[in-house]
């Protein structure tokens, strides 16, 4: 909950941000006509009168949140009504409980007017059977929606169809986070292969990097989503989960590049120069151990270092610097795992939202968060003088902690891509740098192939086969398992539903190549 003295801090900012947003919105009503349909005569219907982008709307909202949910009815939600005439209702489920709930949710059909939601199995079968609203052929009336890169919608499309508005990221955006004073310390230097990386996490465990003479770091944590194992997978020149390899479609751990990065983790969790409870460690407890100053690396994205991460370390020690490496070469080039385009999609079931006029009223809205200036701004830094300040012209983040706890929520859980019209920035060189290197790495971004394919037994039992995979992976690194163990744990994969994936991308795949 906020405190009574931090929402009277907000108070004028929110007023002052609101007597600008109700300007733009007036004018913007003057131009926005995509939330209304005519009717076969000519005529606007009532009901598009009543869900026209200019009339006010109640949007109940369902998403994932990390940390403690924002209250309702809070200054960045008075300021989001007042600039698109939506008071949103929303609806945070905790992260670790989010597929759960997504599920439970579905299945009762008591949904939200818009949900985000994970493009998993229940939600493609959920799509496949009319659950949700196609927005395909509405979004060529939504210009900045329209826009976004074509690569984010084919990565939630169902059957050729687009169901939802994708979450949009950078694609070269995933990368290591490191203690670079420690690294200086020590005298050593940025890693290039996995062979450094490993010699740096093996330094900042055993040598004493913040010399306090006490043995109390450890050079690595990993947390129980495991997701930063693909990436290693792709350094050492395997597939991004799926790919052709030798003319043939492979999952990933059939790959020697399998082995060599279950041999990488392996020797890190043998010698204890990582959590040895990272099967079961959750990412906060990660961040939680960052922050304390004991970890040499954590896997994150590329701004990281220079916001959440780095804000965090430098709380509890103020003369921590952070610094990050994207790609490692080791033998292949340098290479990065490309991110899924997209971190979710936002979903408008039918059951909760009955008319298409209402549809485009919703869209209007995710419109107007992206295309508007003061909305995007909102979402990218702030409020100012309270999360930012004016410097020159450009903006300046002042209060991190805050923007984490209040503006990050609605930027992160419903939609990321707030980056089209924003107020310009003055960052920090870090975040300067992760910025250009997300744009640098698009080169040796190596992405799966396979993420719109259809796949039958995928959608029926995609998650218990990976859950296989991964638990066949920890238990390699663990000990418990040694190569010809892992390899009967892929066999009954392949007799579980494995094959029958494989032989389904085969046929999906053998269709785009004759193209």
Same mark, same amino acid.
């Given at each position: ?7 009277k801090? $907000? ?11 109700t ?13 209304? /349909? ?16 200019d ?28 600039n698109? *005439?939506v ?24 949904l ?15 799509? $496949? ?38 979450k ?10 490191? $203690? ?12 290039? /292969? ?10 900042? /465990? ?16 990993? =947390? ?11 350094? %050492? ?19 020697? @590049?399998n ?24 990412? @906060?407890?990660v ?36 610094? %990050? ?7 292949? *080039?340098?290479?990065?795992? *490309?991110?899924?385009? =997209? ?22 809205? %995710?419109?107007?968060m ?9 979402? =990218? ?19 991190a902690?805050? %923007? ?11 939609? $990321? ?33 396979? &993420? ?6 995928? &959608? ?20 418990? &398992? ?16 494995g ?17």
């Amino acid at each position: 909950m906020r405190s009574k003295q931090f929402l009277k801090t $907000r108070a004028v900012p929110v007023l002052l941000t609101a007597a600008m947003a109700t300007s733009l919105a007036a004018c913007a009503s003057k131009t926005d006509t995509s939330a209304t /349909t005519s009717s076969p005569t000519g005529k606007v219907s009532a009901e598009d009168k009543k869900f026209a982008a200019d009339q006010p709307y109640e949007l109940s909202l369902s998403t994932s949140i990390a940390g403690e949910p924002p209250a309702p009815g809070n200054e960045v939600e008075l300021a989001i009504q007042k600039n698109t *005439g939506v008071t949103l209702k929303m609806q945070w489920i905790p992260a670790a409980a989010m597929k759960d709930k997504e599920n439970i949710m579905i299945a009762s059909g008591e949904l939200p007017k818009a949900m985000v939601v994970n493009y998993d199995t229940p939600v493609l079968s959920a799509m $496949r059977n009319g659950t949700f609203w196609e927005l395909g052929p509405l979004l060529k009336d939504y210009p900045t929606l329209s826009k976004i890169d074509p690569s984010f919608y084919n990565n939630i499309k169902v059957d050729g169809k687009i169901y939802g508005i994708p979450k949009a990221r950078e694609i070269a955006r995933n990368a290591t986070i490191y $203690r670079k004073d420690w690294l200086d310390a020590l005298g050593l230097k940025e890693p290039k /292969t996995p062979e450094d990386q490993y010699n740096i996490i093996k330094a900042f /465990t055993l040598n004493d990097p913040d010399k306090n003479g006490k043995n109390d770091t450890v050079g690595y944590n990993m =947390n129980k989503d495991f997701t930063a194992f693909d990436k290693m997978v792709v350094i %050492f020149g395997g597939p991004n989960r799926w790919g052709v390899v030798d003319g043939k479609v492979t999952p990933a751990w059939m790959t020697k @590049a399998n082995m060599d990065a279950l041999n990488w983790y392996k020797r890190l969790y043998d010698e204890k120069l990582m959590n040895q409870d990272f099967a079961v460690t959750e990412k @906060a407890t990660v961040d939680k151990n960052w922050a304390a100053g004991k970890i040499g690396m954590v896997d994150a994205v590329v701004l990281a270092a220079g916001q959440s991460q780095g804000t965090a370390v430098k709380k509890n020690n103020p003369a921590a610097q952070t610094d %990050f490496f994207t790609t490692l070469d080791a033998g292949s *080039g340098p290479r990065i795992d *490309g991110a899924s385009y =997209n971190d979710g999609f936002v979903a408008i079931p039918k059951s909760s939202v009955k008319t298409e006029a209402e549809v485009r009223r919703i869209l209007s809205y %995710f419109e107007k968060m992206s295309a508007d200036p003061e909305m995007a701004t909102l979402m =990218n830094s702030g409020m100012e003088g309270i999360e930012y300040k004016v410097d020159n012209g450009l903006i300046v983040q002042t209060d991190a902690d805050k %923007f984490g706890k209040f503006i990050k929520p609605y930027r992160d859980g419903v939609s $990321r891509d707030y980056s089209i019209n924003p107020k310009a920035t003055k960052d920090d060189p870090l975040v300067k740098k992760g910025n250009q290197a997300a744009k640098d790495n698009l080169k040796n971004a190596i992405l799966n192939p396979f &993420l719109s394919f259809n796949s039958t037994t995928y &959608l029926e039992k995609g998650a218990e086969l990976d859950q296989m995979i991964t638990d066949a992976r920890v238990k390699y690194i663990m000990g418990k &398992l040694d190569g010809a163990g892992f390899q009967q744990e892929v066999d009954k994969w392949l007799k579980a539903g494995g094959q029958k994936i494989i032989d389904e991308y085969t046929a999906e795949y053998a269709k785009t190549a004759k193209k």
